[in-house]
């Protein structure tokens, strides 16, 4: 699941409102330990473009 949702925030991420939304259904569907790894990731790669983003999605988390 965990590759499944970093395809998906890959594909979507030239828009930021799809990947917002795409991430809240990412945050939902995994399990803990996936999280973290999706939380490293998705700074490594898109801190650049959707740090607010990511700052609010991963600090409820």
């Known amino acids: 699941m965990l ?3 970093k395809s998906i925030l890959s594909k979507v991420s030239f828009d ?3 990947f917002e939304k ?3 259904k990412a945050i ?3 399990v803990e ?3 973290n790894i ?3 990731w998705c700074y490594r790669n898109f801190s650049s ?3 607010d983003i990511l700052n609010k999605h ?4």
């Open 3 to 5: 590759d499944y949702v």
């Open 16 to 18: 930021r409102r799809l």
């Open 22 to 24: 795409e991430l809240t």
């Open 28 to 30: 939902a569907l995994l």
């Open 33 to 35: 330990h996936e999280l």
């Open 38 to 40: 999706l939380k490293d």
């Open 49 to 51: 473009m959707y740090h």
């Open 58 to 61: 991963f600090q409820t988390a």
